[in-house]
């Protein structure tokens, strides 16, 4: 389990992670999201004791990242965003290398390894360097490396980066499957990913917690609302579209068109077409939508 309580992260003036707290448990698969910058990775370098938090309190397996950080390290494998490997070592040389630091010998590091190198697909290419490895075969090596000791907690920070189609489907497949037993957070910026793997969200903006919820709440959340685009000819009197019978909200989008927001369910197409006649508005285009989980995302993090 991650458990942490009122984390600050701060540099200087600022706050990177702003008073933040979230539990993370056995078997729970949990997406951390926010734009550049939010503070994810400086959350999940804490949370491996990487960083000293500034003040809060981080625990990782029970353990307490500032008192005890070296037991943090047995429990917890991570794959950071800016992949660190060493180039010159083979696939197999450097697996064995990181398992022989976590404490395997013999035959339990060799199979250990044989088993992840067929796990995360590497098997081709498992008697190459590193260097020579293309950008999403070195994302393997370094989820090979986070799970090698098979810990406790898996913090992943952009798995799926420079991977193809085919690799984020197999890599997902993994995560699916190490977390029926482990906790796992990943951060990522592809939102169906979340949908894919996650059984609850976290989002984080300017340093703070903005959402946490199951997944499948944020999903009802953008289903939760009906979308009328309409596009004039000209200007027109929005407020006299806000007045519609079941208008919750109207807004210009960034291309001249009108959003009008409704509850889901509720179409006012036939409405905007009405008040177009009556008011003599050149109506070019009108059409239904639904909010997407972007959009979501995009209001809690603007």
Not at 190 to 209: D, N, Y
Request: charged content about 25%; aromatic content about 4%.
């Amino acid at each position: 389990m991650v458990e942490i309580e009122h984390l600050t992260k701060t540099y200087g003036t600022q706050n990177a992670v702003d008073n933040i707290s979230f539990t993370a448990g056995k078997g729970e698969i949990v997406g951390f999201l926010g734009p550049n910058g939010a503070g994810k990775s400086t959350t999940m370098k804490i949370a491996t004791g990487y960083l000293p938090p500034t003040a809060g309190t981080v625990r990782v397996a029970g353990h307490d990242v500032l008192a005890d950080s070296l037991a943090v390290r047995c429990h917890v494998g991570y794959l950071p965003e800016h992949n660190p490997l060493y180039l010159d070592m083979y696939v197999h040389e450097y697996l064995e290398f990181i398992g022989s630091v976590h404490g395997l010998s013999g035959r339990n590091l060799r199979t250990r390894v044989a088993e992840l190198v067929r796990r995360v697909g590497l098997s081709r290419e498992q008697n190459k360097q590193i260097g020579a490895l293309s950008k999403g075969y070195r994302q393997r090596v370094g989820l090979a490396q986070a799970l090698i000791h098979d810990p406790d907690v898996l913090i992943l920070d952009e798995p799926t980066t420079g991977l193809d189609p085919n690799q984020i489907l197999e890599i997902r497949q993994l995560i699916r499957e190490v977390g029926e037993d482990k906790t796992v957070i990943f951060s990522t910026h592809i939102l169906p990913e979340v949908t894919a793997l996650c059984s609850r969200v976290l989002i984080i903006s300017r340093g703070k917690l903005v959402a946490d919820s199951p997944v499948a709440e944020l999903a009802a959340r953008a289903a939760g609302e009906t979308i009328v685009r309409a596009e004039f000819e000209g200007a027109v009197d929005t407020a006299k579209l806000a007045k519609l019978s079941g208008v919750r909200h109207v807004e210009a989008a960034p291309d001249g068109a009108v959003l009008l927001r409704t509850a889901l369910g509720v179409d006012v197409r036939a409405a905007v077409s009405r008040l177009a006649g009556q008011e003599g508005w050149i109506l070019l285009g009108l059409r239904q939508e639904h909010q997407s989980l972007e959009e979501v995302f995009g209001e809690l993090t603007k």
